[in-house]
């Protein structure tokens, strides 16, 4: 019988799989790898669609040039001066209808 105060050896800790288990974590491990070819495969799709624009632009949006209008500020259209309200705003309609 042993005492508290001898050491005792470590036990080896031995892990035994189920077949379910061994199904469970091959699934997860294929699904998982489907993922990562999946996101592997959208990732050099827009690399490839995008390189004219990296070529041309660089990593930098180009200044803005592309999203200027070329209207006076006065001409673009704020969104309370649209003809229609979304109905879930709870604000009146800033338009008055004619009868």
Do not use: C, W
């Amino acid at each position: 019988m042993q005492t508290l105060d001898t050491p005792t050896e470590p036990r080896e800790i031995e892990t035994h799989y189920t077949r379910v288990d061994r199904v469970f974590r091959g699934f997860v491990t294929s699904s998982a790898l489907f993922s990562l070819v999946v996101l592997i495969l959208i990732a050099a799709f827009l690399l490839y669609r995008g390189f004219e624009i990296f070529s041309d632009f660089g990593l930098n949006a180009g200044d803005g040039n592309r999203t200027h209008t070329g209207l006076s500020p006065q001409r673009i259209l704020s969104p309370l001066r649209l003809p229609f309200r979304h109905s879930s705003s709870g604000l009146p309609s800033p338009v008055k209808h004619r009868p």
